[in-house]
Each structure stands twice: as C-alpha cells, then as structure tokens.
C-alpha cells in the first residue's frame, strides 16, 4: 500500500433503491460515433489541460480514445474498446500517463479475453515491465466508465470492476451510487443532472488498512444529464492516488475573428 494507485475514473453518487454485484451494465442507449471537446481545471479553476473524445462504432464493437494535453506537455491517453451485444463488455484498454503532472510514467495494457495484463512503469528513465495473467470478470469498467454510467438506472446502486496498477496489477470494485439531482442551465433552459458517486474499494487486508494509513483512493463525482439521450456533463475526482483533485468538463472551440460580413 505505500506504491500509488494509478487509475482513470469518471464518476459518482449515493444508494439508490437496489443493487448490483458483479454483473454487466445492460445497454440501454448504444453508443456510436462521438467527437468531443474537453478541458482539465484545478481545483482554483485554472485549466490544466485540453482533452478530445474521440468514439467510433462498427457493429456492436466500439472503440472510444480519451486523451488530455497538458500545459506542462503531460499526456494522459486511453483507448478502449468495447462491445455493446445487450450488454457492456470490455475487450481491451490501453492507458498512458506520462510527464511532470503524474508520480511516474505509467503504461497499462489489458487484453480482457486472455486475461494479459502489462504494466510498464519507472521514474527519470529507469523503465519496469510487469506481465501478468489474471481471471478478470466480464464487468471489466476499464476506460468505460463514461458509457456505463449513461446506461446505469438513477435508481440502483451497482458494483462493477477494475484494474488498478499498484504498480502491480491487482482488481479492485468500483461502488457506483446515485448522490442526488443538480439543476443546471443552458441559456434559458433549466435541467437536473443525476450526480453519482463512484468509490474504490480495495477489498481483503489491504482494503481494511488503507483507510488507516491514509491510502485509501478519494471518491469521485460524476454528473450524467439523463432522458432520451444521455450525456456526460462533468465529472469531479483525481487521476491518480494522492493526486490533486480536477475537474473535466465540456468545453466549446474559439474562433478566431473575422471581419463581419457587409
């Protein structure tokens, strides 16, 4: 427990009407071709980073890249790939995170049917490998949290898994809940986001001491617009174990100025 946890998590919430342990998010709104725009703020409000999501669909498999640029010339890069047959279901992922804003360089790759999992790590050039094989459940929400949350009904509390590198690989379970409602607005229009909690849990020895020694991973808030078509609107949480708390949220693109047409 004194090596960081390194995780990507979008998410939030509080206990709902009832609860799901293990088991594949039931698609509800499949997903499809996706291009966003995303920016990193600190905790003051100073952007840190620009992100793209970048999505894509052919059949029922999925691929969705989330990357972030910072300012400092960090990178945090992850792209997974997904079906979506009736349920969620995760393939593959792959994670960067490298550069001044992050512990140390991290690499993690994972070939969910073979159960192969790479972690390359290391600090001022000095590069480890870890290989593992590992029985991972088919509720896998590695680089899919985004998409599960859209798809979760506001009413339940579900339980779902991931793998965190330590930096050896090891799973861990994700405990989504719903928080409550947030009105927002666009314009003149009025709306309520459906905020969710999402809580790491370490599970075993590990899971009972790391509140103790103040390494247990903060919770991270995410907030969903529901209806028809779902969509993300922001989310509240830290990259990584010990890391400064940032917010994602939407952003809009900047246009140079023109001369106004006569």
């Given at each position: 427990?004194?090596?960081?946890?390194?995780?990507?998590?979008?998410?939030?919430?509080?206990?709902?009407?009832?609860?799901?342990?293990?088991?594949?998010?039931?698609?509800?709104?499949?997903?499809?071709?996706?291009?966003?725009?995303?920016?990193l703020r600190s905790a003051d409000g100073t952007?840190?980073?620009?992100?793209?999501?970048?999505?894509?669909?052919?059949?029922?498999?999925?691929?969705?890249?989330?990357?972030?640029?910072?300012?400092?010339?960090?990178?945090?890069?992850?792209?997974?790939?997904?079906?979506?047959?009736?349920?969620?279901?995760?393939?593959?992922?792959?994670?960067?995170?490298?550069?001044?804003?992050?512990?140390?360089?991290?690499?993690?790759?994972?070939?969910?049917?073979?159960?192969?999992?790479?972690?390359?790590?290391?600090?001022?050039?000095?590069?480890?490998?870890?290989?593992?094989?590992?029985?991972?459940?088919?509720?896998?929400?590695?680089?899919?949290?985004?998409?599960?949350?859209?798809?979760?009904?506001?009413?339940?509390?579900?339980?779902?898994?991931?793998?965190?590198?330590?930096?050896?690989?090891?799973?861990?379970?994700?405990?989504?809940?719903?928080?409550?409602?947030?009105?927002?607005?666009?314009?003149?229009?009025?709306?309520?986001?459906?905020?969710f909690n999402v809580k790491i849990e370490i599970?075993?020895?590990?899971?009972?001491?790391?509140?103790?020694?103040?390494?247990?991973?903060?919770?991270?808030?995410?907030?969903?617009?529901?209806?028809?078509?779902?969509?993300?609107?922001?989310?509240?949480?830290?990259?990584?174990?010990?890391?400064?708390?940032?917010?994602?949220?939407?952003?809009?693109?900047?246009?140079?100025?023109?001369?106004?047409?006569?």
């Amino acid at each position: 427990m004194r090596k960081r946890l390194a995780f990507l998590v979008f998410l939030a919430g509080a206990v709902g009407a009832g609860v799901l342990f293990a088991e594949e998010i039931a698609v509800r709104h499949p997903e499809g071709v996706v291009r966003g725009f995303l920016r990193l703020r600190s905790a003051d409000g100073t952007v840190v980073a620009n992100g793209d999501l970048i999505q894509s669909s052919r059949g029922d498999r999925v691929t969705s890249r989330l990357v972030f640029h910072f300012k400092d010339g960090s990178l945090q890069d992850e792209t997974a790939i997904f079906s979506q047959r009736g349920r969620f279901r995760l393939l593959s992922d792959h994670m960067v995170q490298r550069g001044p804003s992050f512990p140390y360089s991290l690499e993690v790759s994972i070939d969910a049917a073979s159960g192969r999992v790479t972690v390359r790590h290391g600090k001022d050039g000095a590069e480890k490998v870890i290989e593992e094989r590992m029985e991972l459940p088919s509720d896998l929400a590695n680089g899919v949290i985004l998409s599960l949350l859209k798809n979760i009904p506001t009413n339940v509390s579900t339980t779902v898994s991931m793998v965190v590198a330590t930096p050896k690989p090891r799973l861990v379970h994700l405990v989504i809940t719903r928080a409550g409602e947030d009105p927002f607005s666009v314009g003149r229009a009025s709306y309520k986001a459906t905020r969710f909690n999402v809580k790491i849990e370490i599970g075993g020895l590990a899971g009972l001491i790391a509140p103790l020694v103040g390494k247990q991973p903060k919770d991270t808030a995410v907030w969903i617009l529901g209806g028809e078509a779902p969509g993300f609107l922001k989310s509240e949480g830290p990259f990584f174990q010990g890391g400064p708390i940032w917010r994602i949220e939407l952003a809009s693109p900047d246009y140079p100025r023109t001369t106004a047409p006569r």
